[in-house]
């Protein structure tokens, strides 16, 4: 038998050939990596900054929203308030002059309000014919100031139609929609006007903290019954103009040839049967329930050995006999746990502003001078008006 020799060169190579079999080299992946080596990070969550942002909300009260818990400052020339944010980030600054500006800043950010009063309501509002058949134009007078909304205010055009059909061609109920558009100056065209059915137009102003009153004017007749040949007359002419709003019902005033009386609520007012009733929605302020503090005690830690040794029988009153079998018997004398006062929880309701626990709820406000409250909103009333229009 022979015995074959090979070099140590020719074992390498025959170990380097056989570990790089199927075009891997084994060798390459069993080499070490560097310790240390930063090959993957995650990124860091991105805190949202939230902007200081300010808005009338109430008569002569602004609402300012920010960073919970952060303070805002409010001035203006020799004023000066200062609140913390709530839990929720809102700061209600109150007693404010209406149609001044306020400067208000938290967190290094600022932003200008002009505090408000309610809109101031408009008043003679008149509806015109036009060329078309389904359109009808709007006018109204407009009185405001700085205070109420300046000119930063929009109007809301409503053209509601009442459903039975005047058409004595085709007396059938006939279902429309109520037609709404916006506006910004006192004039407007309604387009979509249905010529067979008597509408009632509303407008509506609006500033900053929200609708104000509203004025009403009721058609007399159909813009049917103007195309006929009887009423051609009055093609160009109003349709109906309702005066200022007035605070008791006004003497009806005598008819002359060619017109006729009819009697309508004031500007503002819905008929109800033989009543005219005007609604308001609730109104609310704000009110802050602060609640001091309560504690409960909290064992923070076990009881400590004030005394023990080694026993063969009894301890002494007092200490405890405790039998560890083959490690003996010990008395021992235990001290009393270490305890703590330790905040309670927010109350239900009630949110923790670092200072005490605090509550705000919204609590609807007394009805304005001469509404009732009557379960879903404040309501009054009052009676129809006498005016003169075509016969």
């Known amino acids: 038998m022979k015995t074959q020799l090979f070099s140590a060169a020719a074992v390498a ?10 075009g891997v080299s084994a060798v390459a992946a069993a080499e070490p990596t560097p310790g ?3 090959i993957a990070q995650g990124t860091s969550a991105q805190v949202k900054e939230i902007q200081l942002s300010a808005a ?3 008569p002569g009260q602004i609402t300012a ?9 409010l001035l203006a020339k020799g004023f000066r308030q200062s609140k913390k944010a709530n839990s929720a980030g809102t700061a209600v600054f ?5 149609g001044a500006t306020y400067t208000l800043t938290s967190r290094g950010q600022s932003t200008k ?6 809109v101031a309501p408009t008043t003679d509002l008149t509806v015109f014919t036009t060329t078309l058949a389904d359109s009808v134009a709007l006018n109204w007078k407009h009185v405001n100031t700085k205070a109420t909304g300046g000119s930063n205010l929009k109007y809301r055009i409503a053209a509601t139609p009442e459903k039975t059909n005047t058409s004595t061609t085709s007396p059938e109920i006939i279902r429309t929609e109520t037609i709404r558009t916006e506006t910004t100056s006192t004039a407007t065209i309604v387009s979509g006007i249905n010529p067979d059915l008597l509408y009632t137009f509303t407008v509506t102003p609006v500033n900053a903290m929200g609708p104000g009153e509203s004025t009403t004017a009721a058609m007399s007749v159909t813009l049917r019954s103007l195309m006929s040949g009887k009423d051609q007359a009055l093609t160009l002419q109003k349709v109906l103009e309702t005066p200022a709003v007035k605070l008791t019902p006004a003497p009806a005033p005598a008819p002359t040839p060619g017109t006729r009386t009819i009697y309508v609520c004031p500007s503002g007012f819905t008929e109800t049967g033989s009543n005219c009733t005007k609604s308001l929605p609730y109104s609310y302020h704000t009110e802050v329930t602060n609640q001091a503090y309560t504690y409960h005690t909290e064992t923070i830690g076990p009881m400590p050995i004030i005394d023990s040794y080694e026993t063969q029988s009894v301890c002494p009153s007092g200490y405890n006999l405790e039998d560890y079998g083959v490690n003996g018997k010990w008395c021992r004398l235990y001290g009393p746990a270490p305890t703590a006062q330790v905040k309670d929880a927010a ?3 009630f949110t923790d ?6 509550k705000s709820e919204q609590v609807k406000d007394n009805p304005p001078s001469g509404y009732t409250d009557n379960g879903s909103e404040y309501i009054t009333t009052a009676g129809k008006e006498a005016i003169v229009v075509p016969a």
Do not use: D
């Open 13 to 22: 190579v025959l170990t380097l050939s056989a570990l790089t079999m199927g």
């Open 36 to 38: 240390g080596v930063v």
């Open 56 to 58: 009338p909300t109430k």
């Open 65 to 73: 929203s920010t960073q919970p818990g952060a303070q805002v400052n």
């Open 94 to 98: 109150t007693k404010l002059t209406a």
């Open 113 to 118: 309000v002009t505090a408000l009063n309610t």
């Open 347 to 349: 109350p239900a309701g």
């Open 353 to 358: 502003n670092g200072s005490n626990y605090t």
